[in-house]
């Protein structure tokens, strides 16, 4: 049972397990890319749900069924960023959210 609750349970807004996880998803698979420069770093989690891993789609069936999500450290800063609603936002420990 604790499997299927994992995420939950790490990403608690009222036990505060971990407040530094600011992502998981343990229903998708998939791989991240990482594009490095001297101003940041961003990693782009690509991922398609975990009971497709075994299903044989076509390629374009494949391609539609991927989602990503953009994270990113900036030179110098120890915050974590996300890219949601077209824009960079900050992970925010203390609020257990984006900001």
Not at 1 to 10: E, H, K, R, S, V
Not at 45 to 50: E, L, V
Not at 52 to 59: G, H, I, N, S, V
């Given at each position: 049972?604790?499997?299927?609750?994992?995420?939950?349970?790490?990403q608690?807004?009222?036990?505060?397990t971990?407040?530094?996880?600011?992502?998981s998803?343990?229903?998708?698979?998939?791989?991240?890319?990482?594009?490095?420069t001297?101003?940041e770093?961003?990693a782009t989690?690509?991922?398609?749900?975990?009971k497709?891993?075994?299903?044989?789609?076509?390629?374009q069936e494949?391609?539609t069924e991927?989602?990503?999500?953009r994270f990113?450290?900036?030179a110098?800063?120890?915050?974590l960023?996300?890219?949601r609603?077209?824009t960079?936002?900050t992970?925010s420990?203390?609020?257990l959210?984006?900001v």
């Open positions: 049972g604790l499997a299927y609750g994992i995420d939950q349970f790490f608690s807004k009222e036990d505060k971990n407040p530094h996880l600011a992502f998803d343990s229903t998708q698979n998939g791989f991240v890319t990482i594009e490095a001297n101003q770093l961003i989690y690509h991922m398609i749900a975990g497709l891993a075994t299903e044989d789609l076509t390629e494949l391609a991927f989602s990503s999500e990113r450290v900036v110098g800063s120890h915050g960023q996300s890219y609603d077209d960079w936002k992970w420990p203390e609020q959210d984006w």
